[in-house]
């Protein structure tokens, strides 16, 4: 499950350029920052990349400071 959800991560940093929004190199760092609340808020989700992403985006207001960082940092 948590090899999913780092899965999850790393293709949500860079399903951005599917939509033509340049996404830079990402980190451990960023993965990690999203972990929690992909469980929180897109569980039922998972493994779905796509969804997961629209999930974060759709609850962007509640997310943690850090993973509102890594979206904006990434174009997201």
């Known amino acids: 499950m948590v090899r999913s959800v780092t899965l ?3 293709l949500l940093l860079s399903s951005a350029a599917w939509a ?18 992909a469980h929180r808020f897109c569980k039922e989700l998972i493994p779905d990349q796509l969804r997961v992403l629209v999930c974060l985006q759709t609850n962007r207001q509640k997310l943690s400071k850090a993973c509102q960082v890594v979206l904006q940092t990434h174009g997201v």
């Open 8 to 10: 999850v991560i790393a």
């Open 20 to 37: 033509g929004t340049q996404v830079g190199p990402h980190s451990q760092k960023d993965e990690d920052a999203c972990d929690r609340d």
